[in-house]
């Protein structure tokens, strides 16, 4: 059995445990009986402008919520409910058969207000992941354990070295990576090479903190893995085995530390029931501040 922390937000599951349809609450199911009718697609309506339409890239038909017209994709499923996800793409739904696309709209309606949220919040973040995206050059900056690196080409080191300025100017970043590669080097080598040395920061540190909680939770791993998913910060198997993602390395430590700790965690209690939040809590009575910082967060786009 395997329990994970997600960062991709789609809706149907909470990032960090549960079945949500609004306001981080379980959705009841909704269950309907009426003669279904066959849909078919339904065009934009007259004056609305592209600006105010949240457009899903399989979207086959649309709905007008408050100000906003969203394309969705309308799935029919072998399940008892309809239900939602909000993910980067944008609105998906999925009804059983024989539910109407009346009874549909409706429940769309009901949740309205959740759904306008949670697609305002994925622009948002589609935003911030766009600012984020890295340019792969010397002089660019990344980030690492909460501060920011400037990346210098230096052909003189092997490798890459972190340097320190002690006496740096505030607001001026204290920290070099000098990077061994020509001046002449691609963007592409640039990325990896740095890539690397995150990675290998990551196990450094992820060992470290491992090392810390394990004792306290009462837990042994027995195998600690490198992950690059795009879907989870980690995840941990009752046997012992976690993974952490190495994108973790570019946050502050109580982040770094929350992750490892809910990880761990779940080596004695593999579902997130309040017994489980007791045991994170047990080793780290902040978590909830990390956690939302974790969620709020953006991260480099490394292509």
């Known amino acids: 059995m395997t329990r994970s922390i997600r960062f991709v937000d789609p809706a149907q599951l909470d ?38 339409v949240f457009n899903h890239p399989k979207a086959q038909r649309q709905i007008r919520l408050g100000e906003r017209t969203v394309a969705y ?6 399940r008892r409910s309809i239900g939602f996800v909000v993910d980067g793409d944008g609105l998906s739904v999925a009804a059983p058969r024989w539910v109407t696309l009346a009874d549909i709209e409706e429940a769309l309606r009901e949740k309205m207000a959740w759904i306008l949220r949670k697609l305002a919040e994925q622009q948002e973040r589609a935003h911030r992941t766009q600012a984020a995206r890295v340019e792969w050059r010397d002089g660019t900056s990344i980030p690492f354990l909460g501060e920011t690196v400037i ?16 006496v ?3 607001g001026v970043p ?23 040395w995150l990675q290998r920061q990551a196990r450094r540190v992820f060992e ?12 042994r791993v027995k195998r600690l893995g490198l992950s690059s998913a795009l879907t989870r910060w980690g995840s ?23 992750v490892v700790a809910h990880e761990l965690a779940h080596l004695r ?28 967060d953006a991260l480099p786009v490394f292509d």
């Open 15 to 52: 990032l960090f445990g549960g079945a949500v349809a609004g306001g981080g609450q379980t959705q009841p199911p909704m269950r309907v009986a009426r003669p279904e009718i066959d849909p078919s697609p339904e065009v934009r309506p007259a004056g609305v402008s592209p600006a105010s």
């Open 73 to 78: 994709q309308l799935r029919r499923a072998r």
């Open 151 to 166: 990346v210098v080409i230096d052909p003189r080191v092997d490798g890459a070295i972190l340097n320190a300025d002690a």
């Open 168 to 170: 740096a100017l505030p």
């Open 174 to 196: 204290r920290l070099t990576l000098h990077v061994g590669l020509p001046q002449s080097a691609s963007a592409e080598q640039i990325r990896d090479a740095v890539q690397s």
């Open 208 to 219: 470290e903190r491992c090392a810390y909680f394990a004792p306290r939770l009462g837990v």
């Open 236 to 258: 941990a198997n009752a046997n012992g085995s976690v993974r952490l993602n190495w994108r973790l390395i570019h946050f502050a430590m109580p982040i770094i530390d929350y």
């Open 269 to 296: 209690v593999m579902n997130h029931s309040p017994k489980f939040w007791d045991v994170v809590r047990s080793v780290m009575p902040d978590y909830e501040g990390a956690r939302g910082m974790l969620k709020d």
